[in-house]
């Protein structure tokens, strides 16, 4: 579980979010402008991270304050789980990237999968929908949502990407090192199971 002083500063950061999206007048943006502060020297002083990248990052949030989501494709072959190695970090992860406006969660999932690693899918199930905060990964300063996609295998060939540095498909017993902010080992396991249990149903948080 993240920590609750994490939980607090994004909660704040939220309402001061929302307070600023919807309020007019001078004296209660102030005030939310006030909150806003609070919750970046709050994350600042525990994370031991810079007021000004902190700062520059919440601004640039506006309007309501919602989840991200993270889109994840899960592509198996031979009983093996394809992984790509983020050039960021050099571990392994599903591929996988942020939602953008208006697209279609299952065309991000196919899209991500082809341009981080060269092959061609098809979205054919939702296996899960999981609040980032419950699954093992290392705090973040977003809410997160992250959804995987079952993707069917057409074709293609491994590529090499701006992001990524190799691909593979991997067994569930020699797993490489995985990027922990993207991808987690419980992740992993649960959808091997998947994998096992076609007619499960989707899991979600």
């Keep these: 579980m993240e920590p609750k002083w994490l939980e607090w500063a994004r909660t704040i950061q939220a309402l001061a979010q929302n307070g600023l999206a919807y309020s007019d007048g001078p004296f209660d943006r102030e005030r939310y402008e ?43 072959a031979d009983d093996k789980i394809l992984l790509v190695q983020e050039r960021r970090d050099m571990k392994w992860t599903l591929p996988g990237g942020w939602v953008d406006v208006f697209d279609r969660p299952s065309r991000a999932a196919e899209r991500e999968v082809l341009e981080e690693s060269g092959y061609e899918v098809r979205a054919t199930k939702l296996l899960a929908l ?19 996609f079952r993707c069917e ?32 080992p419980s992740e992993i396991a649960r959808l091997f199971e998947h994998l096992r249990h076609p007619d499960w149903p989707t899991d979600y948080d």
């Design 130 to 148: 999981w609040d980032r905060s419950l699954h093992g990964h290392p705090p973040s300063l977003h809410a997160i949502y992250k959804v995987f």
């Design 153 to 184: 295998l057409l074709g293609g060939a491994p590529r090499r990407s701006i992001e990524t540095a190799d691909v593979g498909f991997f067994a569930e017993d020699a797993l490489p090192e995985l990027s922990l902010p993207r991808t987690t």
């Design 34 to 76: 006030a909150l806003r502060e609070i919750a970046i020297e709050m994350l600042a002083v525990q994370a031991d991270d810079d007021v000004a990248r902190l700062r520059g990052l919440f601004h640039e949030e506006k309007g309501y304050a919602t989840p991200k989501v993270d889109v994840r494709g899960v592509v198996f």
